[in-house]
């Protein structure tokens, strides 16, 4: 039932930005710990930011300090700005969450159905 959704994704030069956005059906906060992963062509889907725990973000080598990870709690919804994007940051990028509430009858991690991001000049 809480199912992201992720938009935002295309083409886009080296150089240039972009802000992924994943909607979710349902409440996030105090839910699910939210975060991005993605997977490049030819490779294992790998994380790319994620919040660890109140007010803490964990990024990726490669992303730290070009991308932004944040989330809004008034409509469900998790953003990640990239900045100075690369080739090597193409990829098809994947919305996440991990369950922090104990409900048996819900997925412990929850995914969106991916969203491609292709920078090439």
């Known amino acids: 039932q809480v199912q992201p959704v992720e938009s935002g994704g295309g083409l886009v030069q080296p150089g240039g930005s972009l802000r992924l956005t994943c909607g979710v059906s349902?409440?996030?906060?105090?839910?699910?710990?939210m975060g991005w992963y993605r997977e490049a062509p030819g490779k294992q889907r790998e994380l790319v930011a994620i919040?660890?725990?109140?007010?803490?973000?964990k990024y990726a080598d490669s992303a730290e300090g070009r991308f932004t990870l944040s989330q809004d709690n008034t409509t469900n919804t998790v953003y990640l700005q990239m900045n100075n994007l690369q080739s090597e940051d193409t990829a098809v990028y994947f919305c996440?969450?991990?369950?922090?509430?104990?409900?048996?009858?819900?997925?412990?991690?929850?995914w969106g159905q991916g969203i491609l991001v292709t920078v090439s000049s």
């Open positions: 996440n969450g991990v369950r922090v509430v104990y409900d048996p009858s819900k997925p412990l991690v929850i």
């Open positions: 349902g409440t996030i906060s105090g839910i699910y710990a």
């Open positions: 919040f660890t725990s109140l007010g803490y973000k």
